[in-house]
């Protein structure tokens, strides 16, 4: 089930939120409504949002030095600032601070709503590059792990390991190919399956997914394993799997392994 975007609704007028609020869930947002700046940074602190609605003006704190921390908080969010009390020295200092657009009241509500959508995509942008980010540094961080051991079980169990906490997947194995045997031989494990799988599971090339990614050097994403007919369930009524991606692993032009990352929800990997 994809996850509605929350909008945070920040301001002293509380018609005002009540009216944003049910525009924004009739129009598929999760908004939050707070009356004050404090009530505003323990939610960004609890979750943080896709966007920010910020009343210019609040009692405890000023919305331009609301902003300020909360991008300090959460970079990735949003912050659109509201306010019937624009000035060009308020709107300049707002968008030389971050904010991602700066509206006077009364507000044009399909306006609103557009700038909102757009802010949540430009949202959902940099929180995609920041997971590269942290994707790459983990990379990094296996190559140096590589590099400084030469018991490749350990660098394998590491790598599963670390892939497993660092993104929270739900299973997540390396295979190396036996070519000799045409099959895959399951040489590092982590995640909740690591109690089903026997020692050394092996897989002819071919069958399933990771079978047929380790026969065609390709990589294999299946959002829906019911609808994947490639997908095999080893273990049928004790995996729940939903959703699966496997990555071929070479070096040189030359297939070494696969990598497979298994989720028991859908879409879990797009």
């Known amino acids: 089930m994809t996850l509605k975007p929350k909008i945070l609704i920040v301001d002293d007028d ?38 920010a609605l910020i009343d210019l003006q609040l009692d405890d704190i000023s919305g331009i030095e609301l902003m300020a921390r909360i991008k300090a908080q959460a970079a990735p969010t949003e912050c659109i600032i509201l306010t019937g009390h624009a000035s060009q020295n ?34 959902n942008t940099a929180v995609l590059l920041e997971q590269r980010a942290a994707q790459l540094l983990l990379i990094n961080d296996i190559g140096r792990q590589i590099a400084a051991e030469l018991d490749l079980e350990s660098v394998l169990n590491r790598s599963v390991q670390l892939l497993h906490q660092k993104f929270g997947y739900h299973h997540v194995s390396i295979f190396t190919l036996d070519a000799a045997n045409q099959e895959i031989e399951m040489q590092a494990c982590a995640g909740l399956y690591v109690d089903i799988f026997p020692k050394k599971h092996r897989i002819k090339l071919g069958r399933g997914i990771n079978g047929w990614v380790a026969q065609n050097g390709q990589r294999l994403l299946a959002n829906d394993t019911a609808a994947e007919p490639r997908y095999v369930n080893f273990f049928p009524n004790v995996i729940p799997t939903r959703s699966e991606l496997s990555v071929p692993i070479s070096a040189g032009g030359k297939l070494l392994g696969v990598l497979d990352v298994q989720s028991p929800h859908k879409n879990a990997f797009t």
């Open 14 to 51: 509380k018609f005002l939120r009540k009216t944003l609020t049910d525009i924004l869930r009739a129009k598929g947002f999760d908004p939050i409504p707070v009356s004050t700046g404090q009530l505003a940074l323990a939610q960004v602190e609890q979750a943080a949002p896709a966007v």
């Open 90 to 123: 308020s709107a300049i200092e707002a968008i030389n601070l971050g904010a991602y657009s700066y509206m006077q009241k009364p507000y044009d509500m399909d306006r609103l709503l557009l700038t909102i959508q757009r802010a949540v995509e430009t949202h």
